[in-house]
């Protein structure tokens, strides 16, 4: 008996020291875990206060020469030298003579001559990258094959409707402004390089072998896109609503069916296929010698005198 019980107190003892071991090791690990904390929020708090290599700007404005179309949205979120060099009309020539001036793809509407205005030129160049550049000519290539999903265009709302006849089909365009809420900014603030007024806008194209009578639908969002497959063509049914009721509650007070739609189509502003205005720029954005230095009744007054 007495053996058996000092063999369980070597056990106990055994037991308490291996307790005590896993403790200690728990304990170190701890230690260490505290360090490892320590030691990087000392790296964080030195990254933050670094302030690294500042290059001047002269040597960006020679690195910008080299950028390739597909790479400026990296080069400009480097530093905000980078980002002003993105703003500057002297960068989207450079690639405007470096990638589309003379390609035999250009279409005649977007060439860009010592005439042209600075209102509206990044949008412009990027219109003509997307006909002359590689990269972007694959995009616009696989756009059509890969569609937008029609479901983009719900809650968007209609800006405008209008027709046009093809040689087999009728057009329809219904065009819609995103809702994307944007911080409050001036003419200024915006620029005249990066202007783009279609940047919000997208563009429902629909082929139909008929001409519809479509009501009024300005300032009304779409609610349904109903898309079925009946012989000759394609059933479209579009629904749209007043605003500013949530699409789930209520029911669509504006319906529109095109019954013989041959192919349909969602267009940004960037596409070939986009149909394009002329962009002018406003009146407060326009260019100071182009405004008269006298009144135009200055003489009338002058003689009443």
Known sequence: MPKKKGHKKAKQLSISQQIKENQHEDDIVNEEDKDQKKLKTKNLHKSQTDTGLVYPEIVWYLISAFIEPKDIPT??????????????????????????????????RLH???????????????????????????????????????HKLLKQKC??????????????????????????????????????????????QICSKHVYNIPPLMGMTLSSFCLSYMSPGLKLQLGFRSP????????????????????????????????HFEVKPPPL?????????????????????
């Open 159 to 204: 800006v405008s409707v209008w027709y046009s006849k093809g040689q087999l089909y009728w057009n329809i365009y219904i065009k819609f402004k995103k809702s994307v809420i944007r911080p409050l900014t001036t003419f200024e603030d915006e620029g005249r390089v990066c202007a783009n007024p279609e940047e919000d806008n997208i563009v429902l």
């Open 285 to 305: 954005m326009k260019d100071e010698e182009s405004l008269p230095i006298l009144d135009v009744d200055f003489f009338d007054l002058t003689d009443e005198d």
């Open 112 to 150: 860009i001559d010592e005439t042209y205005r600075a209102y509206g030129l990044r949008q412009r160049v990027i219109r003509a990258l997307y006909c002359t550049y590689g990269d972007f000519v694959d995009r616009a290539g696989q756009y059509e094959e890969y569609k937008i999903p029609p």
């Open 244 to 275: 500013p009721e949530a699409i789930s509650n209520f029911q669509a007070l504006r319906h529109v069916v095109l019954d013989t739609v041959c192919k349909w189509n969602i267009y940004e502003w960037w596409h070939p296929k986009y149909p």
């Open 75 to 108: 080069f400009s979120a480097i530093n905000k030298a980078t980002y002003c060099i993105t703003k500057r009309e002297s960068f989207w020539y450079s690639i405007y003579r470096r990638y589309c001036k003379g390609h035999k793809l250009l279409p005649e």
